[in-house]
């Protein structure tokens, strides 16, 4: 509920504010319907799988909710977006109208899209053609890769050869661009002469 209420909170801040209708918050803008349904996808079943009498997750239902999180777990490359953005803000603050335009921005988002539907259907791909045994409900409370090739009846190596890939490529190339993009900021701050300059662009 906290989750979504913020997710609120900062739609309606920038869907209001004309002065945050920039390039700078699209990123936010897109990451708080994104947080919505991640939260969506995960909290309810978690609840009625640790609360309710049932504990395990139907079959058809651990699929729907293992596209999903699969989906949104690229959402980091949206937080290597953002650090890209602040980069370009500070130490191309002349040509950020240029670098950030509005051909920029769709782009970017149509990136991250085409990432996260990439990489969920070659994972949900991998995972379908996996036999359970006949079960019909996966017995954990969150349907996620692991819980699902430790039931797997049938050899998982291909999914372990995927996720291996898949964390090199999405989550070692997101932290890298992250750390490039704040050190070159931290570089940029640091060659300002005066100390109140430093501080003032820490600050901000």
Do not use: W
Not at 102 to 121: D, E, H, K
């Amino acid at each position: 509920m906290v989750a979504v209420l913020g997710s609120y909170l900062i739609v309606s801040a920038v869907s209001l504010s004309a002065a945050l209708h920039t390039p700078m918050y699209v990123p936010p803008l897109t990451l708080a319907p994104v947080d919505v349904v991640h939260t969506s996808s995960i909290v309810p079943r978690l609840l009625g799988t640790t609360l309710g009498p049932r504990k395990a997750i139907i079959y058809g239902g651990c699929m729907s909710q293992f596209f999903f999180t699969c989906s949104l777990e690229s959402e980091m490359v949206l937080f290597t977006t953002m650090a890209y953005d602040h980069c370009a803000a500070i130490c191309f603050s002349l040509l950020y109208a240029t670098i950030m335009s509005r051909q920029t921005c769709p782009a970017l988002l149509a990136a991250l899209f085409l990432i996260a539907v990439t990489n969920a259907s070659v994972h949900m791909g991998l995972i379908l053609r996996l036999t359970f045994g006949g079960m019909g409900a996966v017995d954990h409370f969150f349907c996620e890769i692991r819980a699902l090739q430790a039931i797997s009846s049938t050899s998982v190596q291909a999914n372990e050869v995927m996720v291996f890939m898949a964390d090199i490529a999405l989550s070692m190339g997101e932290l890298l661009l992250t750390c490039l993009s704040y050190s070159v900021i931290v570089a940029a701050i640091l060659h300002i002469p005066t100390t109140e300059g430093k501080r003032k662009a820490f600050s901000n």
